[in-house]
């Protein structure tokens, strides 16, 4: 064993558990000894004694895994009856305020790092490494046309190739990791509807080029089958929602979906949520899910590539942390049990452009880790009994 002086002994903490999920393969890893250094995992080891000196943290016949990541969260949002309102009502400060707490009530379920694809005014930046929170990936505010989706938060653009390759490059200068555009309406913003497209295809090109010249991916909120093909062909690098929605019912696209596929675009599934007792969707919206189902299973057959993005924030079925229960939703949509739980930590991970240090439980990445009782491969509402997290090696849940 590699001898290690007092200080460095002093920086060490060996996690016991009963069993571990590493982010990468398709079994839990029995008597797993994970020894953290300071923010950074130092070693993964299964039936070991911890190093001498070492501070050791036995959780019993807990599950260890990878820090939850959710690709699609909104800090400004509070996830009451009318979070538009809300926030419309708050200083910024006040909404800063707002999203810190968010952002621990996400770490107390487990979910070490979010990727925050709308906020108010690039308010999520200022929260950028911030201790006691996740680890944020930005987008600011989305892009958006004038009094369309979400417009409210900022990000209106001149819906013209010069107009919008100008909104994409003040996202850069401010320094966003993400670009997010609304391809399509949401039902969030009155006067705009999810089935019709908000960009001319060639001005969705302008926006997809002016990004990737920059070297920032971009993510679009797809609803319509117009704004899905507009983004497609423009070549976004995820989508958002993908439901086909059209004016009366949801579409069947196997052309569009094959070339989803095919392209490996991938997928922002909008899954978890809690049960509210009076809240149930819309009766529009209720009688199309199982059809945007069904199309979100196609897409899992023909090998399209899933994230979970929770949405969390927008509605009270929707609160901070709710990831924890997407990976149930995951594998009703055809996802193995193995690979919904990759959806949400090492895939998840190289979405946020993070694969090369969070997403998974081995030497050199961060020290993000939650355990939970019971085996999340057997049962996914394990994760929701959360017992412990650990984020960049500071434990924040006991």
Not at 156 to 175: C, L, S
Not at 194 to 221: K, S
Request: glycine share 12%; net charge neutral; with cysteine.
């Amino acid at each position: 064993m590699t001898h290690l002086t007092v200080s460095e002994r002093r920086r060490l903490t060996a996690v016991r558990a009963g069993w571990l999920f590493d982010g990468i393969g398709g079994q839990l890893v029995a008597d797993p000894v994970v020894v953290l250094e300071g923010a950074r995992i130092r070693s993964v080891e299964a039936g070991v004694v911890p190093p001498p000196g070492a501070d050791v943290v036995d959780l019993g016949g807990a599950t260890l895994l990878p820090g939850l990541i959710d690709t699609h969260v909104h800090l400004a949002f509070d996830a009451g009856a009318d979070p538009v309102a809300s926030l419309r009502a708050r200083a910024d400060e006040e909404v800063v305020a707002a999203m810190a707490e968010a952002g621990r009530a996400s770490l107390r379920a487990g979910v070490t790092t979010v990727r925050d694809l709308g906020d108010r005014g690039y308010l999520s930046l200022r929260l950028r490494g911030r201790a006691g929170l996740p680890t944020i990936v930005a987008a600011g505010p989305p892009i958006t046309v004038p009094q369309g989706h979400c417009h409210f938060l900022g990000g209106g653009a001149e819906p013209t190739q010069f107009g919008v390759r100008r909104a994409v490059r003040e996202h850069v200068d401010r320094g966003v990791d993400v670009i997010k555009i609304m391809a399509s309406g949401g039902t969030l913003t009155p006067g705009t509807h999810q089935h019709r497209a908000q960009f001319d295809r060639e001005v969705l090109c302008a926006a997809v080029d002016e990004a990737h010249r920059h070297g920032l991916p971009v993510t679009a909120h797809a609803h319509g089958t117009s704004a899905i093909e507009d983004a497609l062909v423009a070549g976004v690098d995820g989508m958002e929602h993908v439901t086909f929605w059209s004016a009366d019912g949801v579409d069947v696209r196997e052309d569009l979906m094959c070339a989803i596929a095919e392209r490996r675009i991938v997928i922002g599934a909008t899954v978890g949520m809690v049960p509210v007792p009076g809240a149930a969707p819309p009766a529009e919206i209720a009688c199309r899910l199982p059809a945007v189902r069904a199309n979100l299973r196609r897409l899992h057959e023909l090998g399209a590539p899933f994230v979970a993005g929770t949405d969390a924030g927008i509605a009270p079925m929707k609160p901070h942390g709710v990831l924890n229960t997407a990976p149930a939703a995951l594998r009703e949509i055809g996802l193995g049990p193995a690979a919904a739980l990759r959806a949400v930590t090492s895939v998840a991970a190289g979405v946020c452009g993070l694969g090369h240090r969070k997403g998974r439980i081995t030497p050199g990445f961060d020290a993000d880790l939650v355990a939970v009782q019971g085996d999340p491969l057997t049962d996914p509402s394990a994760l929701q009994r959360v017992v412990a997290v650990y984020a960049h090696g500071a434990r924040v849940r006991r």
